[in-house]
């Protein structure tokens, strides 16, 4: 097996060292060199270690000057192409090739007139490789004014709100456009830059031009995709994307949709997607769901929580975004009741096995607890006129409804409260014996070393008081980190499942979002490039949650699931069982320094709510809330120690 592998390695280097000969010695025949380049770009498709050898031999060098000085379309297309594919599969690539003067090259070819709508693709799929999970990149694309360029493509490539995708050049322009929209997805995410996001805000008043005038899918997908990754965990760019109507404008898009679900399943999904969008405006500043009331929203997500089509992650996303509604907002909780939302929310809890799901549920139920005990005092304090009388007999009814759900919801919460109870006494207990052991561990020792020492009974004496101390500390500190009520563990933990966080978790994204390139993967041989599904066009699966983090570059997403989800962290055991029973020990991972500017932007924006924290940033896989909260209490304690 290992000399097969030898040899097909063998067999790769003599190719790309083939090929490379071919690229120069054919100068005067581009059909050949767009011939090589294409095989260039299959081989290392196929296999990241054929990059590295590439880059060794100068081949990665000499395929970017091609790029640039070849006075043929088609050559420099391809040799665009085969050095994003490159980059995309080697993190050592993308680096050697993420330079200022790549990407002034790429602005040249995106700002000539003389550039074809192929070779302008073929830019920003290179320049989506490049800041792709690259603070490098991201901070090169802004400064070199690559993204000036990118914003004009963004307000100009598409020019009519009526698009005729049927017709080839409106087709074309339109895969540039929802190009040059997941590219700047990719500039302000993964990881999250503030800069760039606030350079994306004045994009927003174009992109509610398009949703107000245009209700296609392929147009709808791709922007809630970079409103979505753009109000991430932002709340300057939040208020002023409010300012400017676009809250207004998505609640608007959300009432049609809603409307239009009713006939078509296509409607439905694409209003699960705006949904999101309007949960990512208002999951930072819950007040900012009063916006909602005047359009009713919380009854629109309750009629489209009932279509029959989607799947548990969809109706996840929507009780979320009913959470946020009802948070703070009196009004939309009152929506809630009289739209018959709190059976909903009930059989929720009673059917579905999905944790998050039911999580979202609690929530809910939890922030209307207070407004029925309102609004059962009101009827009973309140005087009424007789022109009072019959809405007074109507709402007397919805309260008697009211409270029999609520008896049904106090009933279940109860019973959650309970299990929660007994697994953390189960844990207590636990512990107490895991403390009562090493006690009487020590205290054999010492006796043994009381005997056995000449002289040292007071010491060893000594030694047994401190370190009955240190285990009634230890004891102390472990029952009182745990001491926090059910409520504020619920809201802490709801509030923090923010639908655009999950773009932090994958480290594998780039790769998901290089595929959303549209008809970058040509086939050169009948001189066009072959295509390859948009952002926009593979959307059914947009917003599902998203796997566990990646750590191979090779094995990677579809753009769709990584995109405006809310995070779910699956949490590894600090020990895992074999199948002999044996526990293993957790494998110690070292904080990197980007794991810890994480641990002091959450304490800044959430205080010492070390779930909230470990929901909202790509810690590495493994990483428990009470390891941040020991990492952090251990940098603070350092001497001269300044927050990052």
């Known amino acids: 097996m290992e000399s097969e592998d030898t040899k097909k390695t063998q067999e790769m280097k003599t190719d790309l060292n083939l090929l490379l000969e071919c690229l120069k010695y054919q100068m005067d025949n581009p059909l050949s060199q767009k011939e090589a380049l294409v095989t260039i770009h299959s081989i290392c498709q196929q296999n990241s270690d054929a990059g590295v050898y590439f880059r060794e031999i100068g081949g990665l060098m000499f395929v970017k000057n091609l790029a640039k000085s070849s006075e043929h379309s088609m050559v420099k297309e391809a040799a665009l192409y085969a050095l994003g594919t490159v980059a995309e599969k080697n993190v050592y690539c993308q680096q050697t090739l993420c330079t200022s003067e790549l990407f002034e090259d790429l602005i040249w070819f995106l700002s000539n007139n003389d550039s074809n709508t192929n070779l302008k693709r073929m830019s920003v799929y290179v320049i989506l490789v490049l800041v792709s999970n690259n603070r490098t990149g991201q901070t090169l694309v802004r400064e070199t004014g690559c993204f000036k360029i990118l914003s004009e493509l963004f307000r100009a490539a598409l020019s009519k709100y009526e698009l005729n995708l049927s017709d080839k050049n409106v087709f074309q322009n339109y895969q540039l456009w929802s190009s040059v929209c997941g590219t700047l997805c990719v500039c302000v995410n993964n990881p999250q830059n503030d800069e760039n996001q606030r350079l994306c805000c004045s994009l927003f008043p174009h992109a509610n031009d398009w949703l107000k005038n245009c209700m296609m899918p392929e147009i709808i997908r791709p922007l809630c995709s970079f409103i979505g990754l753009t109000l991430a965990n932002n709340t300057h760019v939040?208020?002023?994307?409010?300012?400017?109507?676009?809250?207004?404008?998505?609640?608007?898009v959300l009432v049609q949709l809603e409307s239009d679900s009713h006939k078509t399943l296509s409607s439905a999904k694409l209003a699960v997607v705006v949904t999101k969008t309007v949960d990512a405006c208002i999951a930072d500043n819950t007040t900012f769901g009063e916006v909602l009331s005047k359009y009713h929203i919380v009854s629109k997500l309750l009629a489209l929580l009932l279509h029959e089509s989607l799947d548990s992650a969809e109706k996840f996303s929507i009780i979320l975004t009913l959470g946020h509604c009802t948070e703070t907002c009196e009004e939309n909780q009152y929506d809630l009741f009289k739209n018959n939302g709190l059976p909903l929310m009930i059989q929720a809890l009673t059917e579905s096995q999905n944790e998050e799901l039911n999580k979202?549920?609690?929530?809910?139920?939890?922030?209307?607890?207070?407004?029925?005990?309102?609004?059962?005092?009101?009827?009973?304090?309140?005087?009424f006129d007789e022109n009072e009388a019959e809405q007074l007999e109507d709402i007397n009814m919805k309260e008697k409804n009211i409270g029999e759900y609520w008896k049904k919801a106090k009933d279940i919460l109860h019973r959650i409260e309970q299990l929660e109870r007994e697994e953390n006494e189960e844990k207590t207990q636990r512990e107490k014996d895991n403390v009562s052991s090493m006690n009487i561990n020590i205290q054999n020792t010492l006796k043994?070393?009381?005997?056995?020492?000449?002289?040292?009974?007071?010491?060893?004496?000594?030694?047994?008081?401190?370190?009955?101390?240190?285990?009634?500390?230890?004891?102390?500190?472990?029952?009182?980190?745990?001491?926090?009520?059910?409520?504020?563990?619920?809201?802490?933990?709801?509030?923090?499942?923010?639908?655009?966080n999950a773009c932090?978790?994958?480290?594998?994204?780039s790769k998901a979002l290089y595929k959303a390139n549209p008809s970058c993967n040509q086939n050169l041989q009948e001189g066009t490039f072959e295509k390859k599904d948009s952002v926009s066009q593979s959307s059914d699966r947009v917003f599902k949650q998203p796997n566990p983090i990646v750590k191979n570059r090779q094995q990677q997403l579809p753009v769709t699931e990584i995109l405006l989800t809310p995070r779910k962290r699956q949490l590894l055991s600090n020990e895992?069982?074999?199948?002999?029973?044996?526990?293993?020990?957790?494998?110690?991972?070292?904080?990197?320094e980007e794991e810890v500017n994480y641990i002091f932007s959450g304490v800044k924006r959430m205080g010492n709510h070390w779930n909230a924290i470990l929901w909202s940033f790509p810690f590495q896989q493994g990483r428990k809330s009470v390891d941040l909260a020991q990492k952090y209490h251990k940098l603070t304690k350092r001497p001269k120690f300044v927050a990052p």
């Open 238 to 252: 939040q208020k002023y994307f409010i300012s400017v109507g676009g809250l207004d404008v998505l609640c608007q």
């Open 360 to 383: 979202a549920a609690t929530f809910v139920l939890c922030n209307c607890k207070k407004i029925t005990e309102k609004l059962s005092l009101s009827l009973r304090e309140c005087p």
């Open 448 to 500: 043994h070393l009381h005997t056995n020492s000449i002289g040292g009974g007071p010491k060893a004496e000594d030694k047994d008081t401190s370190q009955s101390r240190k285990l009634q500390s230890y004891k102390s500190h472990g029952f009182m980190s745990k001491a926090c009520t059910k409520d504020d563990q619920m809201k802490t933990l709801l509030k923090s499942a923010n639908p655009v």
């Open 504 to 509: 932090y978790r994958e480290s594998g994204q």
């Open 576 to 592: 895992r069982t074999t199948s002999g029973g044996i526990k293993e020990r957790k494998i110690r991972k070292n904080f990197t």
